[in-house]
């Protein structure tokens, strides 16, 4: 979301007349964006700030501004932290730095921007479609820097990919933090299902992702829509986050683990071939050995495609932050988190041998270690070795012949997919 955001700004700066600077010290602006998800992504930030101020005192003309979830309603603090930062922006809210940048351009900022798509995108390209979220996890910063939900209406969202499709852009991913709840804030009766139907009609455009969907909005319409639309993938990132019910009701979670098995089992029946992905946090406050066992079975029993796994980290501001106590130590989360990854290694070993021999549509998005690289419809990344001919931003069959647990690799079958 947050490179969706900066790829935004960036394309409205653009069409204001700035050019992009290689390096951060030679630029006029420097804008930073922030993720605070985790107290590393924050500390990572906190660092960069500070460089930037360091630069700055060789340019002090240089304008610095900081954006993103780090910035809340209440900026005073930042500004104590961080004197050196001419302006703060809230997520997604570029205003006060474009009107300020069409001020001193001497320019109608109406005028200047006609839409916020990325100027250069690439193959693929990420779309927001809602803003915030409704949802008060009790672990979670999002909604106090995000805000409520707000969809975007399909129109505006079509004729954003339509933008990008023209500009070269083959697949794209629909974004929201409940992307499977897109809609239901709008006075029309739409839902995601009926956005993909729009999306998928757009001419040019091969590939459809969304992320990330919440389990008490996958609804069987959005499920058989993967089935039935064929720019759809089928790959869903359904985050669990643990697989003990007295958590998740701390976590303010509202489904359960047999819930959630069964939403599983339900796609799974609906569209054979798709993979699930999920999110994982370990060391939640309170979570005792036997609830983190529940969450290591679910993992073993679901065999997901990937498991994106977090230790629990204090986010001040936060209900879980203002009355539960962070009390799992730092060794017990690390090594609950390290037994989740060895025990997802193995199903994604195992899994991914399964897959040799067979055939996979792959869009190549660039080249590493001399082997082309891209990931198929369900979002494994697979490589070749074929070193014939450019094969960038095309889609091409593979057929697999090799396999670790985090890659595919394979020969090139047919070109030209699409
Ligand atoms: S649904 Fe996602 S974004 Fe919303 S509060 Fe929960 S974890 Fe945060």
Known sequence: MNEADSDKLASALDQLGLTKKDNAEDADLVVLNSCVVRQSAEDKVSYRVSISQEFKKDRPEQMLVLMGCMVGPNSENLQKRFPSVDMFMRPQDFNPLLEQIAELNDVD?????????????GISCHVPIIKGCDFMCSFCII?????RQESRTIRDIVSEVSILVDRGVKEITLLGQTVDAYGHDLNEDVDLADLLGHVNDITGLERIRFLTSHPSFMSEKIIESINELPKVCEHINLPIQAGNDVVLERMRRPYTNDHYRRLVDDIRKIVPSVTISTDIIVGFPGESDEQFQDTLKIVEDLEFSKVHSAEYSNRPGTIASRQLKDDIPVRIKRDRRKMIDAVQETIQEKNNRDSVGD????????????????RN?????????????????????????????????GSVTKTNLG
């Open 377 to 409: 419809r369900n979002d494994k990344l697979v490589y070749t070795s074929t070193n014939t001919k450019n094969l960038r931003n095309s889609i091409v069959e593979i057929k697999i012949e090799d396999s670790s647990p985090w890659s595919l690799t």
């Open 359 to 374: 055939l996979h549509s792959v869009l190549i998005e660039g080249r590493r270690k001399e082997q082309w690289y891209g």
């Open 143 to 147: 909604p106090y820097r995000r805000g």
């Open 109 to 121: 900022l109406e005028g200047c921007i006609s839409n916020y798509a990325h100027s250069n995108p």
